[in-house]
């Protein structure tokens, strides 16, 4: 399948805005991540030899998301915003990491949360982890509906690129 195929997939402008610049996008965010970083410190949730390779797993899940939402974020340069909505005079990036992948900064933290998940052996950590991809996922639609209005050349940038997860989605 290619990285853009979109039957039966949620149009993006049809995503509420949760405010003018899509403020609301930005406070749900928030709290999955208040949930995440809060289940990590619940205790574990398993022990022994599935800790030790849960624990190595999820060490390189969360400095390699990391360094993929860093890249992004640092990629993005002037036109870095909080908010889903892009900024008047937005230009399009294609370098970096936005050459594998069109939302880095999402897909990394989904990695990195999943790595503190496995790290920190927490079941509520991983689920906070497939919330945010979810999460993601309709945030990055609602986010391209408005960079398809604004940025010339998003359409057709986005593609050639998987969405989220470098060479897998």
Same mark, same amino acid.
């Given at each position: ?25 930005? #406070? /749900? ?5 208040l949930v995440i970083a809060i289940g990590g410190l619940a205790g574990p949730a398993?022990?022994?030899? /599935? ?53 880095? /900064?999402?897909?990394?933290?989904? /990695? ?14 991983? #689920?906070?982890? #497939? ?12 986010? *391209?509906?408005?960079?398809? *209005?604004?940025?010339?050349?998003? *359409? ?14």
């Amino acid at each position: 399948m290619p990285p853009d195929r979109y039957d039966g997939a949620v149009d993006g402008a049809r995503l509420p805005s949760l405010g003018p610049h899509g403020e609301g996008w930005v #406070a /749900i965010q928030a709290v999955i991540f208040l949930v995440i970083a809060i289940g990590g410190l619940a205790g574990p949730a398993w022990d022994d030899q /599935i800790r030790l390779v849960s624990g190595v797993l999820g060490a390189a899940c969360f400095i390699t998301g990391n360094v993929l939402a860093v890249r992004g974020l640092l990629g993005l340069g002037s036109n870095l915003t909080p908010m889903p909505r892009p900024r008047p005079g937005t230009t399009l990036v294609t370098g970096g990491p936005y050459s594998l992948v069109r939302h880095p /900064i999402y897909g990394g933290l989904v /990695i990195g949360a999943t790595g503190w998940g496995l790290l920190t052996a927490s079941l509520v950590s991983l #689920a906070g982890a #497939a919330t945010l991809l979810v999460f993601f996922d309709l945030k990055s639609r609602r986010e *391209e509906a408005w960079m398809v *209005e604004s940025v010339d050349g998003y *359409e057709q940038y986005r593609r050639g690129r998987r969405r989220l997860i470098p060479f897998v989605y």
